[in-house]
Each structure stands twice: as C-alpha cells, then as structure tokens.
C-alpha cells in the first residue's frame, strides 16, 4: 500500500539533523515510494525536527501545525521524527493531535511498520524507542550536487550545563571508520567534503580507545572523488599539534577551521562546563595562525548566560577584537528545561541579552570588515555554487567560507559552472561578502 504512496520531507535544524534526513529519504526512496518538493501533491509529510532550543521547538511546532491545513487536500499522515520526540514525546503526544506517527532519533528503521500500523488501526502511534542506530549508507543529497556533510558521530559526552543535547542524542558514538569512507565514497565527485559531529575532533575514542580524526581525515583524502575537505565542530580541548600539522600539510583539508567557544570568560566557561579558558583559547589561536598563516578560525559565543556581568560581558566584547576571527556566530543564552544551567540563579534578562548579542555582532562586523576588504584587489578561488538570480550573477564561496553560516562571493563572469572552481578578482567587499569577476576558469 504505502509503495503508492507520494511522500514529501522537510527537514529542521542543523548539517547533522540534514544527513539523517537525506538517509531517510533514500529509505522512502529505495522502498520504491515517490517523493515531492510540493507538500501539495504529498500523501505523507515527515517532518524531521530539532529540540535544540526552544525557538528551534517552537519552529518544529508551527511546521506542523502548517502542514496539517493540508489534511484538506491530499494529506493523510503527518510523520514528527527527530529530536523532538526523542526528548518530548510524552508531552507531545495527546496535544499535538496534528500529527499521526512519531519516531525518536534511532527509528527510521521503523518508519514503514510505524506508519502501516497507523493506516491499519487509524489510531495515532508512537514509534519513539523502537528502533536502533542501524548505519545506513545510502543517501539523497538536498544539497546542491557538489557538495555534502558527513556525519562522523553521534551523541556528546561533554555535558555542558547549557546543552540538551546529551539528554537527546545519548552519549557520544563514533561510526566505524570503514563505513564513513564507504559513505563518502558514495557520495560521487565532490568538490567540498564537509565533516561534521556534535564534537568532530573526540572521532574514535569511544570506538577504539584513542583518538582517530586525524586518521579518518587521512583516509578520507586519499578518496579520489573528494577535492576538498571542511572541518566544523572542532572542540578547542581536542585540537593537537597532530591535527594542526594534519590541516597544514594536508592539501585537501581547506585551511578553514570552526572551534566553537560559547565564551571567553573563566567563571562562566565554568559555570558552563566548557574545558579551555580565555587564556588557552588566545594560545591556540596563536598557535593556528603561527603554523597555518592563511588559517581562517571561526567560533560561536553565548551571551546572557546566568550570572554573566557587565564587565564580562564587555571582557566578551574585548576577546573577540583581541581574538580577531574571521567569522563568528552569536546567541543568547536559551534556558532549556531539565540542563544544569535552567536551575542557576542570576537569569539574564531577555533584553540584556539581546542587547547584548547585538553589541557582539556590531563588534565583530567591524572585524569582518576589515578582514574582507584586505581581499580588495588581490584574486582568490572560488566554487562555485550556481546562479545568483536576485543579484544577476554568479553565487560561490572561497575557503572562509562554509555553506549557510559564512559570507558568499558574488562575481561576474562570461560562464561559470557549477562546482567548479575560478580565480575570482575582488572589487568591492562589505561586512559580510565579497564581490568581483573572474575571466579565469580552473580545473
């Protein structure tokens, strides 16, 4: 019955949440079932959802709630997957009335069975817990073709006091190395392999009892259909002189680097039981720019976390000019229920925090500023990454810049393809991208 059936998939959340529904939908796919992009045409919607924070809940809610109004077309089933049931499903499952099957983080295996008992009982069914992480290497990209994200691990054992993420995903799992180069070596020709995990740099100490990223990189650069390699999610901790002299040597490895922070002042670093310290963090950076010149660092902070002063906050605001990284993401601290964090006294107030998070922004697009004009004049390669239609020209990124998060280059060019790589000669810059034109094609 369900082989008849025209699913449509939407996806929440981040580059790993992404992967997992690019295996879902090779399931529904080599099940021999249609899939759409208009939710329209689709008989069964599966809504893969992040529990991350609570606007990310929020998110999660009102797509659900828009994709049950087409209940009065071709909709029947409603499918809610993810971290939101992984965490919340006993507080979800009477209310949100909306949607007809739920599966937690480890279920995906079970979305036909889930789904048949639902068409045969015509009751509501709650599949949360009854599957298992069973690695699949199949996968339909819903990024453009040239590049993908490779999940390397599931699950943290960090336990910062702000995180849900351990009360969701479990502790941290690294898939077998022999699966993720059978996985990436699926994947086609690639011009950019980004790797990702809640803490990619802990790859293999679970799984064999030491740490193996650096050999994981190693295999996974003598793929001959991977051009490049990303890192994202690299804890400042677990960055060693093996992994510096990996990226610096590495011609494959995009001399590109995400250390996320959360913060620069001691006693909240504590307080959020990050490993490092504001002194530490300066050192690695040091360290960074003296073996990797070129090396483009970017971190992500929260502010307003419980507690926090004006003066560290304005200590915040001092690293980060000190500091001078190349990109940078900011958020206000989220008080999730059931973390360490939620139950300290000194909550921030929201309007501090948002003031807060504006004023980290504004320093920090100063930096970038400065940075990216530094770029005027002078070529550098970009990919490709298609057509710019509201800007009337071509759309790619140089090595500081990763999908979604980053800066983009605009250019003009007489044909680009793409994927494909050009010298690219910058004219103008802002705070956030680059502008130029390239006449030079590289293979």
Partial sequence: ???????????????????DTEKLLAKIKNKGCRLTDDLSKAE?????????????????????????????????????????????IDELFL???EADVFL??????????????????????????????VFSFDRVLTTQPH??????????????????????????????????????????????????AQDSTRYGEDLYGENKFVELLKKLSALENIRSIRLLYCYPDVISDELIKEIKDNDKILKYIDIPLQHSENRILKLMNRKGSREKYLELFAKLRKEIPQIAIRSTFISGFPTETEEEF????????????????FFAY???????????????????????????????SRISFEMLNSFVGKEIEVLCDGIDYDKNCFVGRAYFNAPDIDGKVYFNAGNAMQGERYKVKIEKADNYDLYGKTEDYLL
């Fill in 1 to 19: 019955m369900l082989k008849n059936k025209i699913f449509g998939v939407i996806s929440l959340g981040c580059d790993k949440n992404r992967v």
């Fill in 44 to 88: 069964i919607v599966i809504i893969n959802t992040c529990a991350f924070l609570e606007s990310a809940r929020e998110e999660a809610i009102e797509t659900i709630l828009e994709c049950a109004e087409y209940k009065s077309g071709k909709l029947e089933k409603i499918v809610v997957t993810g971290c939101l049931p992984q965490k919340f």
């Fill in 95 to 97: 209310p949100l009335k």
């Fill in 104 to 133: 937690g983080i480890n279920d995906y295996d079970k979305i036909f069975e889930a789904l048949e008992e639902s068409y045969k009982t015509k009751k509501r069914t709650n599949y949360v817990g009854k599957g298992q992480d």
């Fill in 147 to 196: 590049y993908a994200y490779l999940k390397i691990a599931d699950g943290c054992y960090n336990h910062c006091t702000y995180c849900l993420i351990p009360k969701i995903r479990g502790k941290y799992r690294s898939y077998p190395m022999e699966n993720l180069i059978k996985e990436a070596e699926e994947l086609g020709e690639l011009s950019e392999l980004i790797v990702v």
């Fill in 314 to 329: 304005e200590n915040m605001i001092d690293f980060i000019k000190q500091a001078k990284l190349f990109n940078c993401g």
């Fill in 334 to 364: 989220s008080k999730e229920p059931d973390t360490a964090a939620s139950r300290l006294k000194g909550q921030v107030h929201q309007a501090t925090k948002k003031r807060r998070v504006r004023k980290l922004y504004e320093t920090q």
